[in-house]
């Protein structure tokens, strides 16, 4: 007896489970992508009808407007010469001419057809008695009807719009535009071309009213019980046609619906989707062809086949090539988690040392801050006395307006604590496009206290609300606060104090300019002043603030640099990208 081995008894095993399941998966995918193609397209073809039906539908109402029609109709009589009918003709031709409609006829109260747009023609509809046709007496009721019907002169499916003439109060008379539902069967564009996609529209009765398959029309997919047959020759909806039954029969494959055709000796399977036609009370299926679905998926088999048993020589060749280097990966590995731990340290170590500097800054500021607090808390106190005296007083109107004076001063403490909140909390560098005005105003509203307390004044900056910058606004805010205080610092003992900036654009980058009147830069200090622990100041100087600001903007990408102005006080430029990828 021949022994196979068990591991190729498993491979076997699998690679059957591993085809089932592809078979099955790739099936059911195929039957979803046609059920989202098929509902595509009926979401399109309704779309479509409904926008068509909706254009016909207005033009009758349009031709009852028509005051000539309305006195014709008032005052007509049946004489065949009656000289009046013929501008009504006309017109009737020239409505339907310019809406693509098949012919527009008018209707009296009996339901005689006494002007129509085919006047000239042999087949004219003048003359004719249309009373027993729903759309006449629905008309003649009030109502606005699309009806779907044969055509009695030229046997032809149609769909008619018909709508009352009105003379004061009274219905005079019934408009009819009739359009053949041919129209809309020849244009295969409406399912992207697709020949493997079919459609019907099927009314209130479930029979077929339009398709695009000829032995479908007029027929039903549906069974006739006796008592529709006698609904069908009383009311000659379709004159002497008795509509024949399609042997369809639709259930689940999957979890999606299939509808399943037995005609002419071919069974052909479909996956249908429908949307309703409100306008006819009909509902428009599409349907897509999946008669095919199961013989499409022997590629993808044949395919996963190759895959897998390359797959399987490949990863036994590997394990017998590299069975002698576990060690090897494993002491790989092992560094490579090392290098991680390590840099993750160094990387907590940096946040820290940020942080540091960023604390440090308001350590510095607090002192501005707090009298920048007081100032208003003072004046709340002040404001809040006289509201009490004034409202003791009966002085309503005075004490709200102290309150109001208050609550704009609680608002201005608010604004500076909760920015000065925001700027003290550490965050994870998040790049992002950023609005350049609104980033400097909010530095400032940290670094004004300080500003005041040296005696500065601040040139407004000119920056439009369209230019941005592609950085980490909280980072990039502690930048700002620290070459400002910073500049605050430098001008101290200046006789000149002011503060400004200059904003360039070239090339998807913004360079920004913060500009001071002090003593400047000393000039052997020009290639150290962003070194680490390098400072000016005498006390109270980490020597941090620069380096630690020159790496935050090196993370967007960017450049900080300084020199000395020509007349005096040192430059800041920070160059940064306006988008993301622009340097």
Same mark, same amino acid.
């Given at each position: 007896?021949?022994?196979?081995?068990? +591991?190729?008894?498993?491979?076997?095993?699998?690679?059957?489970?591993?085809?089932?399941?592809?078979?099955?998966?790739?099936?059911?995918?195929?039957?979803? @992508?046609?059920?989202?193609?098929?509902?595509?397209?009926?979401? @399109?073809?309704?779309?479509?009808?409904?926008?068509?039906?909706?254009?016909?539908?207005?033009?009758?109402?349009?031709?009852?407007?028509?005051?000539?029609?309305?006195?014709?109709?008032?005052?007509?009589?049946?004489?065949?010469?009656?000289?009046?009918?013929?501008?009504?003709?006309?017109? *009737?031709?020239?409505?339907? @001419?310019?809406?693509?409609?098949?012919?527009?006829?008018?209707?009296?109260?009996?339901?005689?057809?006494?002007?129509?747009?085919?006047?000239?023609?042999?087949?004219?509809?003048?003359?004719?008695?249309?009373?027993?046709?729903?759309?006449?007496?629905?008309?003649?009721?009030?109502?606005?009807?699309?009806?779907?019907?044969?055509?009695?002169?030229?046997?032809?499916?149609?769909?008619?719009?018909?709508?009352?003439?009105?003379?004061?109060?009274?219905?005079?008379?019934?408009?009819?535009?009739?359009?053949?539902?041919?129209?809309?069967?020849?244009?295969?564009?409406?399912?992207?071309?697709?020949?493997?996609?079919?459609?019907?529209?099927?009314?209130?009765? &479930?029979?077929?009213?339009?398709?695009?398959?000829?032995?479908?029309?007029?027929?039903?997919?549906?069974?006739?019980?006796?008592?529709?047959?006698?609904?069908?020759?009383?009311?000659?909806?379709?004159?002497?046609?008795?509509?024949?039954?399609?042997?369809?029969?639709?259930?689940?494959?999957?979890?999606?619906?299939?509808?399943?055709?037995?005609?002419?000796?071919?069974?052909?399977?479909?996956?249908?989707?429908?949307?309703?036609?409100?306008? *006819?009370?009909?509902?428009?299926?599409?349907?897509?062809?999946?008669?095919?679905?199961?013989?499409?998926?022997?590629?993808?088999?044949?395919?996963?086949?190759?895959?897998?048993?390359?797959?399987?020589?490949?990863?036994?060749? *590997?394990?017998?090539?590299?069975?002698?280097? +576990?060690?090897?990966?494993?002491?790989?590995?092992?560094?490579?988690?090392?290098?991680?731990?390590?840099?993750?340290?160094?990387?907590?170590?940096?946040?820290?040392?940020?942080?540091?500097?960023?604390?440090?800054?308001?350590?510095?500021?607090?002192?501005?801050?707090?009298?920048?607090?007081?100032?208003?808390?003072?004046?709340?106190?002040?404001?809040?006395?006289?509201?009490?005296?004034?409202?003791?007083?009966?002085?309503?109107?005075?004490?709200?307006?102290?309150?109001?004076?208050?609550?704009?001063?609680?608002?201005?403490?608010?604004?500076?604590?909760?920015?000065?909140?925001?700027?003290?909390?550490?965050?994870?560098?998040?790049?992002?496009?950023?609005?350049?005005?609104?980033?400097?105003?909010?530095?400032?509203?940290?670094?004004?206290?300080?500003?005041?307390?040296?005696?500065?004044?601040?040139?407004?900056?000119?920056?439009?609300?369209?230019?941005?910058?592609?950085?980490?606004?909280?980072?990039?805010?502690?930048?700002?606060?620290?070459?400002?205080? &910073?500049?605050?610092?430098?001008?101290? @003992?200046?006789?000149?104090?002011?503060?400004?900036?200059?904003?360039?654009?070239?090339?998807?980058?913004? +360079?920004?300019?913060?500009?001071?009147?002090?003593?400047?830069?000393?000039?052997?200090?020009?290639?150290?002043?962003?070194?680490?622990?390098?400072?000016?100041?005498?006390?109270?100087?980490?020597?941090?603030?620069?380096?630690?600001?020159?790496?935050?903007?090196?993370?967007?990408?960017?450049?900080?640099?300084?020199?000395?102005?020509?007349?005096?006080?040192?430059?800041?430029?920070?160059?940064?990208?306006?988008?993301?990828?622009?340097?």
């Amino acid at each position: 007896m021949l022994h196979v081995p068990r +591991k190729i008894v498993l491979a076997v095993a699998i690679l059957i489970v591993l085809l089932l399941v592809s078979f099955l998966f790739g099936r059911h995918y195929d039957l979803t @992508q046609a059920q989202q193609q098929a509902q595509r397209q009926v979401n @399109q073809l309704s779309h479509y009808l409904e926008t068509e039906l909706t254009r016909f539908a207005a033009i009758p109402h349009l031709v009852t407007d028509n005051q000539l029609l309305t006195a014709f109709i008032s005052d007509m009589n049946l004489d065949a010469d009656n000289q009046a009918v013929q501008p009504i003709n006309n017109y *009737l031709a020239d409505i339907q @001419q310019a809406s693509g409609a098949s012919d527009v006829y008018v209707l009296n109260n009996a339901g005689d057809v006494v002007a129509s747009s085919n006047w000239q023609l042999d087949y004219t509809y003048i003359g004719n008695n249309f009373a027993f046709r729903p759309y006449f007496y629905q008309a003649l009721a009030g109502k606005k009807v699309a009806y779907f019907a044969l055509g009695l002169r030229s046997n032809e499916r149609g769909i008619y719009f018909s709508e009352p003439i009105h003379h004061g109060n009274k219905v005079i008379g019934v408009v009819v535009l009739k359009v053949n539902v041919s129209k809309f069967e020849s244009d295969r564009q409406l399912l992207n071309n697709s020949q493997s996609s079919h459609f019907y529209l099927s009314l209130a009765d &479930n029979v077929i009213a339009m398709s695009d398959i000829q032995s479908w029309r007029l027929n039903t997919m549906q069974p006739i019980d006796a008592a529709q047959q006698q609904y069908f020759t009383r009311s000659r909806h379709y004159l002497d046609y008795m509509p024949k039954v399609i042997d369809a029969q639709q259930r689940n494959s999957q979890g999606v619906p299939v509808l399943q055709i037995s005609e002419a000796n071919k069974r052909s399977k479909y996956v249908p989707a429908t949307a309703a036609i409100h306008r *006819l009370k009909a509902q428009m299926t599409v349907l897509v062809d999946m008669s095919l679905v199961n013989i499409a998926q022997f590629p993808r088999l044949v395919w996963i086949t190759v895959i897998y048993v390359s797959v399987l020589l490949g990863f036994y060749a *590997l394990m017998a090539r590299f069975a002698g280097y +576990k060690k090897l990966l494993y002491s790989r590995h092992s560094l490579e988690q090392e290098v991680i731990e390590r840099t993750q340290a160094l990387e907590k170590a940096q946040t820290a040392l940020v942080q540091s500097a960023k604390l440090a800054t308001i350590g510095q500021l607090s002192a501005g801050i707090n009298h920048e607090i007081n100032q208003p808390l003072s004046a709340m106190s002040t404001y809040l006395v006289s509201a009490k005296r004034l409202i003791i007083k009966g002085d309503v109107t005075q004490a709200a307006e102290n309150i109001v004076i208050v609550q704009s001063l609680i608002e201005r403490v608010h604004k500076i604590v909760g920015q000065l909140k925001h700027f003290s909390k550490p965050a994870q560098t998040q790049l992002r496009e950023q609005i350049l005005a609104q980033l400097l105003k909010n530095a400032m509203v940290i670094a004004s206290p300080q500003l005041k307390h040296d005696d500065v004044s601040v040139k407004d900056a000119q920056i439009a609300d369209s230019i941005k910058v592609w950085v980490d606004g909280v980072k990039f805010e502690q930048v700002l606060v620290n070459l400002i205080t &910073n500049a605050s610092h430098a001008m101290a @003992q200046s006789p000149e104090r002011e503060l400004s900036f200059e904003i360039e654009q070239f090339e998807g980058r913004v +360079k920004l300019s913060i500009l001071d009147t002090g003593p400047g830069i000393e000039q052997h200090a020009l290639g150290t002043i962003f070194e680490p622990f390098y400072s000016t100041k005498s006390s109270n100087g980490l020597g941090l603030g620069l380096s630690i600001s020159k790496q935050i903007i090196n993370s967007f990408n960017g450049c900080l640099t300084a020199h000395n102005r020509p007349h005096g006080g040192a430059q800041f430029i920070i160059t940064l990208a306006n988008t993301k990828g622009a340097l």
